[in-house]
């Protein structure tokens, strides 16, 4: 009795620490990029079930996470007709910063995001408290332990834990859809299965990359029935009869859920919101995956909202570039994710889970159904993730996480237990991996262990999420004030849906790829600094080739300072005719159609600012091509084309077909 006492005073030990971790590093952060459009979204589900709004993101985490805000009395922003996205990230600012008291509201945005924060932190402490419960059914109580241990500790659970994204939601369905599912094959019983549905429906209703689940539930089963087969020594036809009536009952609750989710209703929006058509975002999928969505929309198989969104995050993917060892890749790279994950995971995580490996392939630990249960679907998501096209950070491998502590949990449990000697390598590796934790408190995203140098060197090997979201506004306003600051520029990464003067930052905006379609930002020929770059944008990986990182110059020096490891300071006078020339390229497109003659007066000033600008020169070649005027357009296609040779070679193989095109089309 007092053992079982100590250990559940342990549990509650540690789910505390993750409280008090998470609430306190949480007050110091800004808001992240994608935070405002979850939040916005998330809110208008409940008031008015817009599903039409963030549908690139199923409502699950949304709308737990936004339950805090329901009693309270805010004000919402209309919609004004725009772009889906924008419309959502708009309406989430207005939402976040618009309800203060100095605008007429109630609420400060640091009161409603804390409030936010620490509902989604729901999905971590569940999370946190099943690893614990699979880690002693498993193996044990010190392994349940250990693996918690692990978890609650890691600077990439504690980053992603308060976020109001898609990931630690995932993360928790996924390994709670798994572990149901290993407590039904061992004890085939109905309320076992209809558990498993429930949790696999609230999975699929996180993040739709959990559509894995099909496949790695249909392995794990075929793995269980070769086991008993080979136990027996005889087919286990009654077995396979009750696993596969139990997996269809499975399958029945999770789309139960899903739809249950979405209101039990096909069409995005009651009212029909003006939304590009389905049919028209298929193009840049494969055959086999546009029949297959066409099929299920045409019978209304699934949510319209949902369908729209697996469409999405595809087509994402596909023109999303990759920064990885500082060069910048057109798409994504299989090594993208294993890299990462030895540089995102502590010196303890990684040597237990060695310790882990050698305990399992020596045969020290004989539990194959537990290992097999949770290697394979962290090695299968994990082979998802290496063959897919999107990386933008660790948080989407995250759903990896708990199986891996899991099995760190195990092997290093059994060997704490055989020798006093590994007892106290065991200890060590813990004892490193938390003070490795303690150290990045308050601001754990840029987190790199000591064998890649350390969150100073994140930034030189990866980027986006990896590195930095944008939550580093409070910071930098401590480091203008603290340094007299009052007139400056900043690039921010996820301006203009945030914007550095939510919080009071000073500076003037200089542009980027994402303000450029929003803002027209004017600059002056020569900028006074200091210049305030997030690194996200100093290193151009969004442009897909530092040829066109408007930035490229500072990027190749040494910044004078970084503020919480996410951004750059740069002294002195500088001409930027690159970012400048932004501007003008993005009014020649949005000008083409209706007014040629003024989008050929911005492409001219663009190229003015850049003559072998590789964007300004296209952007001045289509518009002479929509007039007619072929060998104009020939000759501005020539310049650009003189720039591919210095491109990467990914980005050579992007952008020299689409030239060539361009360049036969104007002979």
């Known amino acids: 009795m007092q053992r079982k006492h100590w250990v559940a005073g342990a549990v509650v030990s540690i789910l505390f620490i993750m409280v008090a971790e998470v609430g306190l590093s949480t007050r110091q952060e800004s808001a992240s990029w994608d935070e405002g459009d979850h939040i916005y979204a998330g809110y208008m589900n409940w008031k008015h079930r817009e599903y039409s709004l963030n549908p690139e993101h199923p409502p699950l985490v949304k709308l737990i996470a936004t339950l805090s805000l329901l009693p309270l009395d805010l004000k919402i922003a209309p919609r004004q007709g725009r772009y889906f996205k924008s419309e959502s990230y708009y309406g989430g600012r207005e939402l976040l910063f618009r309800n203060d008291p100095k605008y007429g509201g109630h609420y400060s945005a640091d009161t409603l995001l804390f409030r936010i924060h620490m509902t989604v932190l729901v999905f971590a402490l569940v999370l946190a408290l099943l690893l614990f419960a699979a880690g002693r ?114 399958a029945a609750i999770a789309l139960f859920v899903l739809w249950g989710v979405y209101s039990f209703r096909y069409a995005m929006h009651p009212t029909g919101v003006e939304m590009p058509p389905l049919s028209g975002q298929l193009n840049s999928l494969s055959p086999v995956m546009q029949h297959l969505i066409s099929f299920c929309a045409r019978h209304h198989l699934l949510p319209e909202s949902y369908l729209y969104g697996l469409v999405d995050v595809q087509r994402v993917g596909i023109y999303m570039p990759t920064y990885i060892f500082g060069k910048l890749y057109a798409h994504g790279q299989w090594f993208y994710f294993p890299v990462l994950l030895s540089l995102k995971w502590s010196v303890g995580v990684l040597g237990l889970l060695a310790l882990a490996i050698y305990a399992f392939v020596a045969g020290k630990v004989r539990r194959p159904r537990e290992v097999f249960f949770l290697a394979l679907p962290a090695l299968f998501y994990l082979a998802a993730a290496m063959a897919g096209p999107l990386n933008i950070g660790i948080r ?243 310049v650009a084309m003189r720039r591919v040779p210095e491109m990467e070679p990914t980005s050579q193989k992007h952008w020299k077909p689409i030239l060539e095109k361009k360049m036969v089309g104007s002979e």
Request: net charge negative; aromatic share 14%; charged share 15%.
């Open 137 to 250: 059914e498993m193996f044990g109580s010190w392994a349940g332990l250990i693996a918690m241990m692990l978890f609650v500790f890691d600077p990439t659970v504690l980053t992603n834990a308060p976020f109001v994204t898609t990931d630690m939601g995932a993360a928790c369905g996924f390994f709670a859809a798994v572990y149901t599912f290993y407590r039904f094959v061992k004890s085939m019983r109905w309320q076992r299965a209809a558990l498993c549905g429930l949790a696999t429906g609230l999975a699929l209703t996180a993040k739709h990359s959990t559509v894995l689940l099909l496949p790695i539930l249909i392995l794990l089963a075929a793995g269980e029935i070769a086991g008993r087969w080979k136990a027996g020594r005889k087919w286990p036809g009654r077995d396979v009869l009750s696993l596969v009536s139990g997996m269809a009952a499975i």
């Open 396 to 638: 989407h491998v995250l759903p990896v996480f708990p199986f891996v502590f899991a099995l760190a949990g195990a092997g290093a449990a059994w060997m704490a237990q055989q020798r006093k000697a590994w007892a106290c390598v065991v200890g060590a590796l813990l004892l490193w991996h938390v003070i490795d934790s303690v150290r990045m408190f308050p601001n754990y995203m840029p987190y790199a262990n000591t064998l890649w140098g350390g969150p100073t060197k994140t930034h030189l090997y990866f980027s986006d999420s990896a590195t930095e979201w944008g939550q580093e506004l409070k910071w930098t306003k401590q480091w203008l004030d603290a340094h007299n600051v009052k007139d400056c520029w900043f690039a921010y990464f996820p301006a203009p849906f945030l914007l550095p003067s939510d919080y009071g930052v000073p500076c003037k905006l200089l542009p980027t790829l994402d303000t450029m379609y929003e803002y027209d930002i004017a600059l002056p020929p020569v900028v006074h600094g200091p210049v305030l770059i997030s690194l996200a944008d100093l290193n151009g990986f969004e442009f897909g080739t530092k040829v066109r990182n408007p930035y490229q110059a500072l990027f190749e020096c040494k910044p004078d300072d970084v503020i919480a490891n996410g951004v750059a300071v740069f002294y002195g006078d500088f001409a930027l005719p690159d970012a400048a020339a932004l501007g003008y390229e993005q009014q020649t497109h949005s000008q083409m159609k209706d007014n040629p003659q003024a989008a050929l007066a911005a492409a001219q000033q663009a190229v003015a600012l850049v003559p072998e600008g590789f964007d300004a020169n296209i952007a001045l070649g289509d518009v002479f091509t929509a007039t007619g005027d072929k060998a104009s357009a020939h000759a501005a296609y020539a």
